[in-house]
T-cell receptor, first 120, second 112 residues
């Protein structure tokens, strides 16, 4: 089945550091990738939608300059948390949706395993 | 805006017990409805889906029926196993959109 690899799985760093998280679709091309943030005992909150070759679309309340998203190829999207602070500590999850197949069949989102970010 | 409400956990059941996890939604139009499962240390996996009223999604012994009249999509399984222990998320997407709106998740623990 479709596999999405997210790296790193866990990162601990000092306040003020910028952290990059990668999301790769390993066996399919992903026109669209999504970035979510999950707080403890809370739902996944969509942060932004990333389309290959164009600017990401951010959800209301998400700082574009804080969370930089790049979708440079059909298999890779990156999320960079710039100048991270303790309040940015969270679980970040990406998902990827395959390019629409011939006939327009519905394509599900395939999720990565998430990245646990801890800012000291 | 769209929202999904699911029963709060954690839910603890004995093996072979009957499972119900309630899910209701608020959305305009006719959204598609989903159940995702997250096993410990893993990402979310699509468990089942339904795209129109009265559709029943099923997979791995789990079932859920799209009830337009009650705006519900309750997850059921007749006999749970220890391997079903996971967090279950109910979600919806609007017609024509691939964006998902998730519930808060319900943690299920099945004990032998």
């Amino acid at each position: 089945g479709a596999v999405v690899s997210q790296h790193p799985s866990r990162v601990i760093c000092k306040s003020g550091t910028s952290v990059k998280i990668e999301c790769r679709s390993l066996d399919f091309q992903a026109t669209t990738m999504f970035w979510y943030r999950q707080f403890p005992k809370q739902s996944l909150m969509l942060m932004a939608t990333s389309n290959e070759g164009s600017k990401a679309t951010y959800e209301q309340g998400v700082e574009k300059d804080k969370f930089l998203i790049n979708h440079a190829s059909l298999t890779l999207s990156t999320l960079t948390v710039t100048s991270a602070h303790p309040e940015d500590s969270s679980f970040y999850i990406c998902s990827a949706r395959a390019s629409v197949s011939t006939g327009g069949a519905w394509q599900p989102q395939h999720f990565g395993d998430g990245t646990r970010l801890s800012i000291l | 805006g769209d929202s999904v409400t699911q029963m709060e956990g954690p839910v603890t059941l004995s093996e072979e017990a009957f499972l119900t996890i309630n899910c209701t939604y608020t959305a305009t139009g006719y959204p598609s409805l989903f159940w995702y499962v997250q096993y410990p240390g893993e990402g979310l996996q699509l468990l089942l889906k339904a795209t129109k009223a009265d559709d029943k999604g099923s997979n791995k012994g789990f079932e859920a029926t799209y009830r337009k009249e009650t705006t519900s999509f309750h997850l059921e399984k007749g006999s749970v196993q220890v391997s079903d222990s996971a967090v279950y998320f109910c979600a919806l997407s609007r017609a024509g959109s691939y964006q998902l709106t998730f519930g808060k998740g319900t943690k299920l623990s099945v004990i032998p």
